[in-house]
């Protein structure tokens, strides 16, 4: 790997940790990683990190119902 290529991933994995603990906005994060918001969605997906995040599953059924 390249230094480069290194450092584009320490970016993308403090932006993550950043996304996960709910320490700023998605935004944010994507833009802490240097990525389009697309692309940082599909990386936390790829980090197994969801971009939904209910408090029960009350809340997850009242929301896909709403869809």
């Known amino acids: 790997e390249t230094r480069t290529d290194f450092s584009n991933y320490i970016k993308s994995m403090v932006a993550v940790e950043l996304y ?3 320490k700023v906005s998605l935004g944010y994060c ?3 990683a240097e990525m389009s918001k697309e692309e940082f ?3 936390l997906g790829q980090n197994g ?3 939904f995040g209910f408090d029960s599953d ?3 059924m009242e929301e ?3 869809a």
């Open 30 to 32: 994507a833009e802490v």
């Open 20 to 22: 996960k603990n709910k």
């Open 58 to 60: 009350e809340e997850f």
């Open 41 to 43: 969605v599909k990386c």
């Open 64 to 66: 896909l119902a709403n």
């Open 49 to 51: 990190v969801s971009i």
